[in-house]
């Protein structure tokens, strides 16, 4: 099935959720699907051949515990395979076009936009207050916005209050500052192990948090996407903004992880 959490407006570029390459995620996460190695064209022709195994009845394992099978062959990339193939020959999309635009969120747009927003804040007062209270207007300032980040709602993570983003229904994350979502955040083990155990979650991504902090799970939907303000690191007074934004991670604006203090900084 389609994700009807994702207007149809959007439906032309859908492949780029499903079928985009992967970077590695922590090993924590190793239950999670294998990772792609092999780039978008590629895997949508891959996807097609395939889809005789899709016919074969399902295979017996050695262990009993339930999981997903969605690489071989991907049902989603099949779909998108002939989704792709169906707006394409209707010429409602032209293929060199998708793959500019997958390309641009891929390689050009990405959390390091985020990042310079989270250095602003960091570093202007007042930007931060605009940035909490009208998020939309202060990322524009930057001259950030756009398709999947209209409505943004930014939460800052303090010492005693830890927020944290997922979609338990889907991906939906906002494009404009952090590109596209790792694999680790579509994967159904995140999407509902946020909820359930959110510390848990943290831990495993090297974030034990103590009982004294409040934790915050912030479940983004099509209407409203969440960019976490990371608590700045101790000894970063002396940086300059773009220093500063070299440290900001994506996951720290996904909530997963704090921003580290740079080795220079702790060595003073
Ligand atoms: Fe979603």
Known sequence: MLDTHTPLLYLPFWPALVARREPPWPAKFSLLEPMMTTNRRDFLTGAASMAGAAMTPPHEHGHSYDHEHQAVPSDPALRVKALESLLVEKGLVDRSALDTLIDAYETKIGPRNGARVVARAWSDPAYKQRLLTNADAAIAELGYGGMQGEHMVVLENTPKVHNLVVCTLCSCYPWP???LPPVWYKSAPYRSRAVIDPRGVLREFGLPLSDQVEVRVWDSTAEIRYLIL???????????EDELAALVTRDSMIGVTNVSSPAKADTK
């Open 177 to 179: 500052v952090l590109g």
């Open 230 to 240: 990371p608590e700045r690191p101790a000894g970063t007074e002396h940086l300059t």
